[in-house]
């Protein structure tokens, strides 16, 4: 959220996702966002799913800056926030994280305590609250809301960076976030023969390539892919940027969704439309496993095809030099963030007897 109206800005959501009022998942997601004067970000991604007994929201965006050149300029490379409510034997309980990378404040390095609720005071300019959690159990509905940074000036306006609030209501079951950042074709590429899995993926993270040959900076991904509800429509798009080359890669929509047959069924492939730096014409194809909390063994891994099917990009976050759990067995080497798989729709172990085009590699 942004509310700065001394500067002529009224409260603009940025990737907001919108409230479900009954059992489902919602998505929301920009590659880039500017509100002139006051905030510039990429890759911002928001996700919230309910299900039995949990209410999980997450937001987050990279590369912001806040009030640029201002006494109270704030900026950051990543930042995330995630919130979960579950009810557990009639009790609630709850979870909040945070996680913010190269955060500056009032042109000064700041370091995180990774506490709750940490506080700087810039005197006579601004107050920034870093891992702000909130709970309450308003009406009998236990809420909780983890604001990753809440900028707050001396004149009283104030800007949220990935903010996720997430409440569960036994009787009309409610999640809410908002996520806010302060947005013919060659289809033989891989082919599959596996159940329909009418679930939900979700994430949003940076890592640093490690194959060989790729390049050294970091890359930020953001998405959100699947089924909301099960007889649901299929849904979602994918935000990527390379500090490497400046590669912009916009997915535009999701049109095929399959679980990847790994023995654990966390692993998901998804591919769609696209376009890179701004041209349109491209495919893209998503590989991603959720092997749990806090994300750093998840897996990323995108490939971007032109129209005659050659290989335009591509980049993973494995790392040669990680040895995978055995029950992890496509594990990734994620930098930061975290992928989140929501109401899996299969917990038994799912074969495939399709496989991938000789012309490209397999996760």
Not at 16 to 37: N, R
Not at 246 to 257: A, E, F, L, P, Q
Not at 266 to 276: H, Q, V
Not at 333 to 350: E, R, S, V, Y
């Amino acid at each position: 959220m942004v509310n700065v109206p001394l500067l002529g800005v009224a409260a603009t959501f940025l990737a907001d996702t919108g409230d479900p009022v009954a059992p489902d998942s919602l998505g929301a997601d920009l590659i880039e966002a500017a509100v002139p004067g006051v905030l510039r970000a990429n890759v911002l991604t928001a996700s919230t799913s309910l299900e039995t007994g949990r209410a999980t929201s997450s937001a987050s965006l990279a590369d912001v800056i806040v009030l640029p050149g201002q006494p109270a300029e704030l900026s950051a490379s990543f930042v995330r926030a995630q919130a979960d409510v579950f009810d557990t034997q009639g009790s609630a309980r709850y979870s909040g994280v945070s996680e913010i990378k190269d955060l500056m404040f009032g042109h000064q390095a700041v370091t995180i305590s990774g506490r709750p609720n940490q506080r700087i005071d810039l005197p006579g300019v601004a107050t920034l609250f870093i891992n702000e959690q909130l709970t309450s159990s308003q009406g009998g509905v236990p809420t909780l809301t983890v604001n990753a940074l809440r900028l707050v000036l001396l004149t009283g306006d104030q800007v949220l960076l990935a903010s996720a609030r997430s409440a569960l209501d036994k009787q009309a079951t409610l999640a809410v976030l908002s996520g806010r950042g302060g947005l013919s074709r060659p289809r033989a590429l891989y082919v599959w023969s596996q159940p329909e899995c009418r679930d939900f993926v979700t994430g949003g993270g940076w890592f640093e390539p490690r194959f060989e040959g790729g390049p050294p900076e970091r890359v930020n991904f953001g998405f959100n892919a699947g089924f909301r509800t099960v007889d649901g429509a299929l849904l979602g798009h994918v935000n990527f940027v390379d500090h490497n080359d400046g590669t912009h890669i916009k997915g535009v929509n999701v049109d095929t969704y399959f679980r990847l047959g790994d023995p654990q069924s966390l692993c998901r492939m998804f591919e769609g439309d696209a376009e890179m730096n701004g041209t349109p014409g491209f495919r893209y194809h998503v590989e991603v496993c959720d092997y749990g909390e806090p994300g750093r063994d998840d897996r990323f891994r995108i490939m971007v095809f032109a129209a005659d099917g050659s290989e335009a990009y591509f980049a993973d976050d494995s790392s040669s030099a990680k040895t995978c759990d055995p029950n992890e067995p496509r594990c990734g080497d994620l930098d930061g963030g975290n992928i989140q798989l929501h109401k899996n729709c299969d917990g038994q172990p799912a074969t495939s007897s399709g496989a991938a085009s000789a012309l490209l590699p397999r996760i």
